[in-house]
């Protein structure tokens, strides 16, 4: 029980259950060796859905076999996976699942004919694999399994993440032990997944239950003082509380060695940690310490070397001359040899430490030393890398992991006992700590973060993993990231407000689109007087995408993070790597620090390198900290580098954002509008002096900022930040806004003078928009519904003030077809009038042709038209 409430407590459980995430409505997936549906953390009353989808059973949402046999394997890897992932049982004080109300839907890749094979359909991932996961409702999957090298599988997994952008795979980094290589693992290194690596538990965790394997000597005193590897011997006041369980599964444990795969079955007494406290060294005489010491003081550190005698035997020498502790020093260039008792209990050597240490190390150990043992590594920690964890390890190689999650000795569901625990350790055990996260961030995102500022209906696979990062912290004396851990571990709750905290320490969360031709570029502010608390996260960016698959794996589209702000004087800093000379181009992350009371910032998100120039790319972007948001950006004017060489007077508060193409439709015009971007209209003719109405429709319309203007495109910008206004002046021009039937109506009227008939194109009605959406690129449409008397209609091109002048055709022409048109018109109104007349006649005249048509009649003409009608230039019903 202490040791599930230390890693949850290594994972912010308790306290993210406390604000209410706990995975409820979420579902996740696991592919493995099954799972022990008989055990209390998954079994119900109902029937587990095998090979079906159920909404039914509390657990299970279907346990589906791919070559699998509906049970978990001999070493229970499937169950323990499970329940560190959706467990709601509770031993201790907490569940024993990080999301303890989400469900689960099993794929089951194992069978007990081979054990510990996984049947893993690596040639068909997307559709005999991740469509199983999908079609049952999971969107984040573990898969604990891993290849030493799969470029293929890594080119699949990215294209079925491509193809399916809310479908987020979770890999472990992989297990590498001392004899072999510590690079990473497929598909681990895939550009759409999130990759974890393993960290230790809570330190708590080791320090309850302290084992051989993180145990060191300190040299000198307080807690700085260099570290020694030292093994505690299995007798004295580090005898394993378990001691012939320990010593069934001791060696191969210390067959890892150095990768520290936790081996909790030989915990000692915690009690027996720190009995030597900053005692002196002195080397025995004889040096083996097989006889009766000679001059040896009381209360020192009896420093011995292995041989000849048992180790029993030097440590009752050693006890015998006064020592308070013995080192005994290895063979030069041998393995560590586990130190154990040859005649049982010693009472005389009970209460004293005994380490071994190796010979390189012990050279530095002199006599009158200060040395203190046994302790537990400094640099077990749960935002350190368990040395198992393989990592990308490459230098300029893609950051694999991107964070890490507890994976060292993990309590959590047994198989084959109906409410039993177990340990086991591995990146596996953090890919399921990993997916379960991901369950509680998709909660928070669509059920309680706050609406105005995070909260999505539909979270995409890349803001999952934004989020995540944005709430990692990598070991201290670390900036940003390291190869080893990543961005480092999730402080989740640190990171994630409640909804009533929101409004306080807002999390802006947006989804949205950019193209190399037109950078999204933001404009946020944090308080120059706001100050950063003990221990709380600095303000953070974070931007990260979904990239099309490519067989080398490089990034096809290469988009780039970067702010500028007025605390730093506009110095341009770069995601990943703040001092860098140029951008990252390897990540499909980036993360980028600020410091509290920046100021205002023009955050950029910016693509290159495409293959295609128009094309554009679904991003996602997570600001974490105290940041607002101003449509009025009033960095623009300060900041002289964002705008350098460019001429802003047609492109709103940043210089390259030009007024968004508009397509003729129909009647109406269609403007895309861009998450927390001014978009333009512009072109848009009138008629001469009077009244306007210009409706915006579209889901997107209530969250539009709004302003107008008859000047010029250099006036768009000048609404002010906040509500859109109920009414602004420019100029002579009054403007009102009002929400009618569902439609954003723009109301105004044009004095003559200004917009003289006989000179219509001289007055355009310039409109630009600030959409404060967050959830994808939007389209409204843009429409005149009332203008003055004398508007004739207007194609759809007259948007852009097309003319005669403008379409080349020459006057003489013009008036030519005019004439013509007139023509036809008079001679349909004769033939209309004729065919009255004759039907009338007939009637009166011939009764009994009646049922003859006329076939010079057949064709209706049109009603004539008025000279002038309510205009209609752009028209929405």
Same mark, same amino acid.
Request: hydrophobic letters at 40%.
């Given at each position: 029980?202490?040791?599930?409430?230390?890693?949850?407590?290594?994972?912010?459980?308790?306290?993210?259950?406390?604000?209410?995430?706990?995975?409820?409505?979420?579902?996740?997936?696991?592919? /493995?060796?099954? $799972?022990?549906?008989?055990?209390?953390?998954?079994?119900?009353?109902?029937?587990?859905?095998?090979?079906?989808?159920?909404?039914?059973?509390?657990?299970?949402?279907?346990?589906?076999?791919?070559?699998?046999?509906?049970?978990?394997?001999?070493?229970?890897? =499937?169950?323990?996976?499970?329940?560190?992932?959706?467990?709601?049982?509770?031993?201790?004080?907490?569940?024993?699942?990080?999301?303890?109300?989400?469900?689960?839907?099993?794929?089951?890749?194992?069978?007990?004919?081979?054990?510990?094979?996984?049947?893993?359909?690596?040639?068909?991932?997307?559709?005999?694999?991740?469509?199983?996961?999908?079609?049952?409702?999971?969107?984040?999957?573990?898969?604990?399994?891993?290849?030493?090298?799969?470029?293929?599988?890594?080119?699949?997994?990215?294209?079925?993440?491509?193809?399916?952008?809310?479908?987020?795979?979770?890999?472990?980094?992989?297990?590498?032990?001392?004899?072999?290589?510590?690079?990473?693992?497929?598909?681990?290194?895939?550009?759409?997944?999130?990759?974890?690596?393993?960290?230790?538990?809570?330190?708590?965790?080791?320090? #309850?239950?302290?084992?051989?394997?993180?145990?060191?000597?300190?040299?000198?005193? =307080?807690?700085?003082?260099?570290?020694?590897?030292?093994?505690?011997?299995?007798? =004295?006041?580090?005898?394993?509380?378990?001691?012939?369980?320990?010593?069934?599964?001791?060696?191969?444990?210390?067959?890892?060695?150095?990768?520290?795969?936790?081996?909790?079955?030989?915990?000692?007494?915690?009690?027996?940690?720190?009995?030597?406290?900053?005692?002196?060294?002195?080397?025995?005489?004889?040096?083996?310490?097989?006889?009766?010491?000679?001059?040896?003081?009381?209360?020192?550190?009896?420093?011995?070397?292995?041989?000849?005698?048992?180790?029993?035997?030097?440590?009752?020498?050693?006890v015998k001359a006064g020592a308070v502790g013995v080192v005994v020093v290895?063979?030069?260039?041998?393995?560590?040899?586990?130190?154990?008792?040859?005649? *049982?209990?010693?009472?005389?050597?009970?209460?004293?430490?005994?380490?071994?240490?190796?010979?390189?190390?012990?050279?530095?150990?002199?006599? =009158?030393?200060?040395?203190?043992?046994?302790?537990?590594?400094?640099?077990?920690?749960?935002?350190?890398?368990?040395?198992?964890?393989?990592?990308?390890?490459?230098?300029?190689?893609?950051?694999?992991?991107?964070?890490?999650?507890?994976?060292?000795?993990?309590?959590?569901?047994?198989?084959?006992?109906?409410?039993?625990?177990?340990?086991?350790?591995?990146?596996?055990?953090?890919?399921?700590?990993?997916?379960?996260?991901?369950?509680?961030?998709?909660?928070?995102?669509?059920?309680?973060?706050?609406?105005?500022?995070?909260?999505?209906?539909?979270?995409?696979?890349?803001? #999952?993993?934004?989020?995540?990062?944005?709430?990692?912290?990598?070991?201290?004396?670390?900036?940003?990231?390291?190869?080893? $851990?990543?961005?480092?571990?999730?402080?989740?709750?640190?990171?994630?407000?409640?909804?009533?905290?929101?409004?306080?320490?807002?999390?802006?969360?947006?989804?949205?689109?950019?193209?190399?031709?037109?950078?999204?570029?933001?404009?946020?502010?944090?308080?120059?007087?706001?100050?950063?608390?003990?221990?709380?996260?600095?303000?953070?960016?974070? #931007?990260?995408?979904?990239?099309?698959?490519?067989?080398?794996?490089?990034?096809?589209?290469?988009?780039?993070?970067?702010?500028?702000?007025?605390?730093?004087?506009?110095?341009?800093?770069?995601?990943?790597?703040?001092?860098?000379?140029?951008?990252?181009?390897?990540?499909?992350?980036?993360?980028?620090?600020?410091a509290a009371g920046t100021g205002a910032c023009v955050v950029t998100v910016?693509?290159?390198?495409?293959?295609?120039?128009?094309?554009?790319?679904?991003?996602?972007?997570?600001?974490?900290?105290?940041?607002?948001?101003?449509?009025?950006?009033?960095?623009?004017?300060?900041?002289?580098?964002?705008?350098?060489?460019?001429?802003?007077?047609?492109?709103?508060?940043?210089?390259?954002?030009?007024?968004?193409?508009?397509?003729?439709?129909?009647?109406?015009?269609?403007?895309?509008?861009?998450?927390?971007?001014?978009?333009?209209?512009?072109?848009? /003719?009138?008629?001469?002096?009077?009244?306007?109405?210009?409706?915006?429709?579209?889901?997107?319309?209530?969250?539009?900022?709004?302003?107008?203007?008859?000047?010029?495109?250099?006036?768009?910008?000048?609404?002010?930040?906040?509500?859109?206004?109920?009414?602004?002046?420019?100029?002579?021009?009054?403007?009102?806004?009002?929400? &009618?039937?569902?439609?954003?109506? #723009? /109301?105004?009227?044009?004095?003559?003078?200004?917009?003289?008939?006989?000179?219509?194109?001289?007055?355009?009605?310039?409109?630009?928009?600030?959409?404060?959406?967050?959830?994808?690129?939007?389209?409204?449409? &843009?429409?005149?519904?009332?203008?003055?008397?004398?508007?004739?209609?207007?194609?759809?091109?007259?948007?852009?003030?097309?003319?005669?002048?403008?379409? *080349?055709?020459?006057?003489?022409? &013009?008036?030519?077809?005019?004439?013509?048109?007139?023509?036809?018109?008079?001679?349909?109104?004769?033939?209309?009038?004729?065919?009255?007349?004759?039907?009338?006649?007939?009637?009166?005249?011939?009764?009994?042709?009646?049922?003859?048509? /006329?076939?010079?009649?057949?064709?209706?003409?049109?009603?004539?038209?008025?000279?002038?009608?309510?205009?209609?230039?752009?028209?929405?019903?």
């Open positions: 029980g202490s040791l599930g409430a230390a890693v949850l407590n290594a994972a912010s459980a308790p306290e993210l259950h406390a604000m209410g995430l706990r995975g409820a409505g979420q579902i996740v997936g696991l592919g /493995d060796t099954g $799972v022990d549906v008989q055990s209390c953390s998954f079994s119900d009353v109902v029937a587990v859905p095998y090979d079906e989808v159920s909404a039914a059973h509390r657990k299970i949402a279907a346990y589906i076999t791919v070559h699998g046999d509906r049970q978990d394997g001999p070493d229970g890897h =499937g169950t323990h996976i499970a329940g560190s992932m959706v467990s709601g049982a509770v031993f201790g004080s907490v569940p024993s699942g990080i999301a303890p109300e989400a469900r689960i839907v099993v794929v089951d890749v194992e069978d007990a004919v081979r054990p510990r094979v996984y049947n893993v359909p690596e040639t068909s991932i997307g559709n005999s694999y991740f469509d199983l996961f999908r079609h049952a409702g999971a969107r984040a999957v573990c898969s604990p399994w891993s290849y030493p090298s799969h470029a293929s599988l890594e080119y699949d997994v990215d294209q079925y993440v491509w193809e399916n952008p809310d479908f987020l795979p979770v890999f472990p980094s992989g297990n590498s032990l001392a004899s072999t290589s510590q690079a990473l693992h497929a598909p681990c290194g895939a550009k759409n997944v999130l990759c974890v690596g393993a960290s230790y538990n809570a330190r708590q965790a080791y320090l #309850l239950e302290p084992s051989f394997v993180h145990a060191v000597l300190r040299i000198g005193t =307080g807690t700085d003082g260099d570290e020694i590897a030292a093994l505690p011997a299995f007798f =004295g006041a580090t005898t394993p509380r378990e001691l012939l369980e320990c010593q069934s599964v001791a060696e191969t444990c210390l067959d890892g060695l150095p990768s520290g795969v936790a081996c909790p079955e030989c915990a000692f007494d915690a009690a027996g940690l720190g009995v030597v406290s900053e005692a002196a060294v002195q080397r025995a005489d004889p040096a083996d310490g097989c006889r009766p010491l000679s001059g040896f003081t009381r209360g020192a550190v009896c420093l011995v070397d292995r041989g000849v005698c048992p180790f029993t035997d030097k440590a009752l020498n050693c290895n063979y030069i260039g041998t393995d560590p040899k586990l130190m154990v008792s040859t005649d *049982g209990s010693i009472s005389e050597i009970a209460h004293i430490p005994a380490v071994l240490v190796g010979h390189e190390a012990a050279q530095s150990l002199r006599d =009158g030393q200060v040395v203190s043992f046994p302790l537990i590594s400094r640099g077990v920690a749960a935002t350190q890398r368990a040395p198992y964890s393989s990592f990308n390890a490459k230098p300029g190689s893609r950051l694999k992991p991107e964070v890490v999650f507890p994976g060292d000795s993990i309590e959590s569901t047994a198989s084959g006992v109906l409410c039993g625990r177990k340990s086991m350790s591995g990146t596996s055990q953090s890919c399921g700590f990993g997916a379960g996260t991901v369950a509680l961030v998709r909660e928070y995102l669509v059920k309680f973060a706050d609406p105005g500022f995070a909260r999505l209906a539909q979270p995409l696979a890349s803001t #999952l993993r934004a989020l995540i990062v944005s709430a990692a912290s990598p070991p201290s004396g670390v900036a940003t990231m390291s190869p080893e $851990v990543g961005f480092g571990l999730p402080a989740l709750a640190q990171a994630l407000a409640s909804s009533s905290e929101a409004a306080a320490s807002p999390m802006i969360v947006l989804q949205s689109q950019v193209s190399a031709t037109r950078p999204q570029r933001y404009c946020f502010s944090i308080s120059r007087s706001s100050s950063l608390a003990a221990g709380a996260l600095p303000p953070r960016l974070v #931007l990260a995408w979904t990239d099309p698959p490519d067989r080398s794996g490089r990034l096809v589209h290469d988009l780039d993070l970067s702010a500028e702000c007025d605390a730093e004087a506009w110095r341009r800093r770069l995601a990943n790597d703040a001092e860098a000379a140029a951008p990252d181009t390897v990540n499909t992350v980036e993360k980028l620090l600020l910016a693509m290159k390198n495409s293959p295609t120039p128009s094309a554009s790319q679904t991003f996602s972007l997570v600001a974490a900290g105290p940041f607002t948001v101003q449509a009025d950006c009033e960095a623009f004017e300060a900041s002289s580098s964002v705008c350098a060489g460019e001429d802003a007077s047609e492109h709103g508060p940043f210089c390259g954002q030009a007024p968004a193409e508009v397509a003729a439709k129909g009647d109406g015009v269609e403007l895309r509008v861009s998450p927390l971007q001014w978009s333009g209209v512009y072109g848009l /003719d009138l008629c001469g002096g009077g009244k306007y109405k210009v409706a915006i429709a579209g889901a997107a319309a209530s969250r539009l900022e709004l302003s107008a203007s008859l000047a010029s495109s250099a006036a768009l910008w000048s609404s002010p930040a906040g509500a859109r206004p109920a009414t602004w002046r420019e100029g002579e021009v009054e403007f009102s806004i009002a929400d &009618v039937d569902g439609h954003v109506v #723009l /109301d105004f009227e044009v004095p003559a003078q200004i917009a003289p008939e006989q000179d219509a194109a001289a007055a355009r009605l310039y409109m630009s928009a600030f959409y404060r959406g967050r959830e994808g690129v939007a389209t409204v449409s &843009v429409a005149f519904l009332e203008a003055p008397s004398q508007c004739m209609p207007k194609p759809s091109s007259s948007l852009r003030g097309t003319s005669a002048e403008s379409s *080349g055709l020459a006057p003489g022409v &013009v008036a030519l077809l005019v004439i013509l048109a007139v023509v036809s018109f008079a001679t349909l109104v004769a033939l209309f009038l004729f065919c009255q007349f004759r039907a009338q006649r007939q009637a009166r005249v011939a009764p009994s042709d009646a049922g003859v048509e /006329d076939l010079r009649c057949t064709a209706k003409a049109s009603p004539a038209s008025p000279a002038r009608s309510a205009p209609r230039a752009i028209f929405l019903s």
